[in-house]
């Protein structure tokens, strides 16, 4: 394997050499291009797959009904299962059946968490904090803690019909659903009856399975009779509203007594007379439980502690290595696991805060959470709650995200939790996370990540005048992803859960993706596509000439549109014409290709979010990299448009759309002609003909939405919007002032907050 991922660095080719002498060198010396290619570029490629790519386009009408590229019979040779199986969840399929088992009771026990996970950040909760003290009785409290914001029925405020998650065998039909999703369901039904929470914005979704007969079986109903479709699918989701399991104890403050296990009780959490009805419920709760013990509790340097601060420090070689990676075991990962790992990026030993990491770890000889002051909470997930950490004697912010191994165990949720470590243990990108340390204390599962101050997308797009970006700023925004997706890919990590959610604003104004836990590991086998002879000749990918009245395109860099067609390839100017510069872009589209994303990897799990669901993962057909386009395409309408372009009454409805209705363009706002046609590229239904599906990023890099963009320069572009910058003393005050206002908190008796949680 480590072979393999070897092969990952191995990037797209800047001036791509020939295979051989081909009608399209003659063509570009005779046009005075003096690119002489190497003429053994065969065996530098040995071992490549060559394939002929469609030199054409994907077209798609502006219904969003699919015409097949100019030329499907050039379409790439698949390539054999064995090279296209991948590691992790991309095995073959006798791997993939054994894994359902797991992966249906995850998607069960996904919605429920789901249904009743905290609202995250966007409903930005203030937090009181408390004071840690030794005590491995407060040990269980945090690990309690942090379990509750997943398993907190009374704070859920998120909506029915957001929550509706599906965990279906895969070779049942959409009628057999899970037993153990039923029953979940009638326990949450309960749940809904006896308090129903106000709507919140959507959600990420969950695993969920089902087989390609099941999604016949919607299909043919629903183009039969709309209404018998809705009631099958209503009836077909059971688990959409499932149920709870609440696994936290918690405390009374008045009178000590462990109020109860909302488990056993789910439906009369409302009754309980420890119960609140406001939605800081679980804030209150978790401030009963610490108060209870005392106000102040500390809890990070138990001497007896099971696995320690003091774990073993590693100061990994650059552990982005595609072979230290690919190589990873689940024993190195236990191993891992015991000890502290702070990661090393040679290139950013000179980043202060990587300083400040490495400078406390070797003084201290190790790091832990002892060492950070937690202001507040940022948000929790299905696996774990992010917290807004200063480095104790620093005023350097950090991102922690905190995860209960046990918890992670009980729910079998410990493979997404080592997936997404495993994966931002990889990353090194400017727009992906910087993981700078991970580490166990107390049994608690720490990974100490880069502080993003401006928030996520969602929010982001919500304070726009009309909710809505401008084109200019989606541009940017969705062309920064692109490159985050890229490189993913070329790690062969197939994202799988783009939306506005998870794209963090850094400080700089830059983004930077998040949440790797439903990830998609695969393996990557580097393609060279061999363009047809006539590819020079061709005009770039397209679906209409610039001459209609839609053409607008605000990010026309040369006044060329007047002259001639906007999308025409300027390859022919330059022929015309020496003095102008050949469009390397258009050359670039025209020669050989090495495309080394995974592009043939298939995975049959069920995951993402409803509205940015792929057909093909809807229908259970097995998916590739190629979801991760759709899903670029769903996010750039989103943010032009400022909703998703499927979304249904109810996720049932947006499922069936995906699958059934055309694409279709709101008249208003205004977006350019040049938008609408990458937006149809990307969310054509059938995988096989997705812009990207065949030469990945480079595909969708060259359409002309984003033409005169620099590519390699976009991190030193001047982003749409600044985030106010952080202020480590404002953060600390705030967090004073809660504590003060919801706890009546007195600080320890030196005044010092030795360890603050919250
Ligand atoms: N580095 C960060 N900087 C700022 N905020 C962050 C950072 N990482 C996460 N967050 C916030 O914390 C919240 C929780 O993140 P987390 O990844 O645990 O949950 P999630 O996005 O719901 O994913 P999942 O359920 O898959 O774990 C997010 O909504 C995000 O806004």
């Not at 379409?75 to 894994?99: C, D, F, T």
């Not at 979704?205 to 007969?213: A, P, Q």
């Not at 629903?222 to 077909?236: A, C, F, G, Y």
């Not at 033409?707 to 982003?719: E, K, Y």
């Amino acid at each position: 394997m480590g072979s393999r991922y070897g092969t990952h660095e191995i990037v797209e080719l800047k001036d791509e050499p020939n295979v051989s002498e081909s009608p399209i060198d003659k063509k570009k010396k005779a046009q005075g291009c003096n690119r002489y290619l190497k003429d053994d570029i065969n065996k530098l490629f040995e071992g490549i797959n060559i394939r002929t790519s469609f030199n054409g386009s994907s077209f798609s009408d502006e219904t969003g009904g699919l015409t097949p590229r100019t030329n499907p019979s050039k379409k790439p040779m698949r390539m054999s299962l064995s090279s296209s199986s991948g590691i992790g969840y991309a095995e073959p399929v006798s791997l993939k059946q054994a894994l359902r088992g797991l992966c249906i009771s995850q998607a069960s026990e996904m919605a429920a968490m789901k249904r009743l996970s905290m609202p995250s950040s966007k409903s930005a909760q203030s937090t009181p904090r408390f004071h840690l003290e030794k005590s491995t009785k407060s040990v269980e409290l945090l690990k309690e803690i942090l379990s509750e914001p997943q398993s907190n029925s009374l704070s859920s405020n998120e909506p029915v019909q957001e929550k509706k998650i599906v965990s279906v065998h895969p070779e049942a039909s959409l009628g057999s659903v899970n037993s153990e999703a039923r029953s979940v369901n009638n326990r949450d039904k309960n749940k809904q009856a006896s308090s129903k929470p106000p709507p919140k914005s959507r959600q990420k979704g969950k695993s969920i399975r089902t087989s390609s007969r099941a999604v016949k079986t919607v299909l043919r109903t629903k183009t039969v009779v709309k209404k018998k479709l809705k009631q099958e699918l209503t009836s077909v989701t059971p688990a959409s509203n499932a149920s709870v399991v609440v696994n936290s104890q918690l405390i009374c403050q008045k009178c000590n007594c462990a109020i109860k296990d909302a488990k056993d009780e789910p439906d009369k959490d409302s009754q309980s007379p420890h119960s609140t009805s406001s939605t800081d419920n679980g804030m209150e709760r978790k401030a009963n439980t610490l108060t209870s013990y005392g106000k102040t509790i500390s809890l990070l340097h138990t001497k007896n502690s099971r696995y320690g601060d003091k774990g073993e420090f590693t100061q990994s070689s650059n552990s982005s290595s595609i072979c230290e990676y690919s190589s990873s075991t689940s024993l190195s990962e236990e191993r891992n696991l015991s000890g502290c790992i702070v990661m090393n990026r040679p290139h950013m030993s000179k980043d202060m805060k990587w300083q400040a990491i490495t400078h406390t770890m070797k003084q201290n000889g190790f790091l832990g959470l002892r060492h950070f002051n937690l202001l507040k909470k940022l948000g929790s997930g299905d696996i774990g709650t992010v917290y807004l950490a200063e480095l104790s004697g620093t005023n350097y912010p950090f991102a922690i995200k905190v995860m209960d191994n046990e918890f992670l165990e009980r729910r079998q949720k410990m493979p997404r939790a080592h997936m997404e470590r495993e994966i931002l243990s990889i990353l090194d990108h400017p727009f992906l996370p910087t993981l700078y340390a991970h580490f166990v204390s107390e049994n608690l599962s720490c990974l100490v990540m880069e502080y993003c101050p401006g928030g996520d997308l969602h929010v982001l797009r919500q304070k726009q005048p009309a909710r809505y970006f401008h084109e200019q700023a989606a541009r940017f925004y969705v062309a920064e992803v692109l490159l985050a997706l890229e490189y993913l890919h070329m790690l062969g990590i197939v994202y799988r859960d783009l939306k506005p959610e998870n794209i963090l604003v850094r400080e700089d104004g830059h983004i930077m993706v998040t949440d790797f836990d439903l990830s998609l590991r695969c393996s990557v086998n580097p393609i060279l596509i061999q363009s047809p002879s006539s590819g020079l000749l061709e005009p770039p990918r397209v679906s209409g000439p610039c001459a209609g009245s839609n053409c607008i395109d605000p990010f026309c860099m040369t006044p060329t549109c007047q002259q001639i067609a906007c999308f025409r390839s300027k390859i022919f100017h330059t022929s015309k014409s020496r003095k102008t510069k050949p469009d390397l872009a258009v050359l670039n589209r025209s020669l050989p290709q090495l495309v080394a994303e995974p592009t043939e990897a298939r995975s049959n799990s069920f995951v993402g979010t409803h509205e940015y669901l792929a057909p093909e993962i809807i229908k259970g057909e097995g998916h590739g990299s190629a979801v991760d386009w759709w899903t670029f395409g769903i996010f750039l309408y989103e943010l032009l448009y400022g909703r998703t372009p499927f979304k249904g009454p109810g996720n049932d409805e947006t499922l069936a759309n995906v699958i059934l209705e055309n694409l279709r363009f709101p008249e208003t706002p205004l977006v350019s002609f040049q938008a609408r046609d990458l937006i149809k590229g990307l969310l054509v239904k059938d995988p096989e003909y997705r812009l990207g599906s065949q030469r990945g990023a480079a595909e969708i890099k060259s359409h002309p939405f984003f033409d005169g963009l620099n590519w390699a320069l976009i991190r030193c572009a001047i982003p749409p919007e600044l985030p106010e910058p952080y202020d480590v003393m404002v953060s600390k005050a705030a967090s004073l002032e809660r504590a003060r206002n919801y706890l009546d908190y007195n600080g320890s008796s030196d005044g010092h907050l030795e360890f603050d949680l919250f």
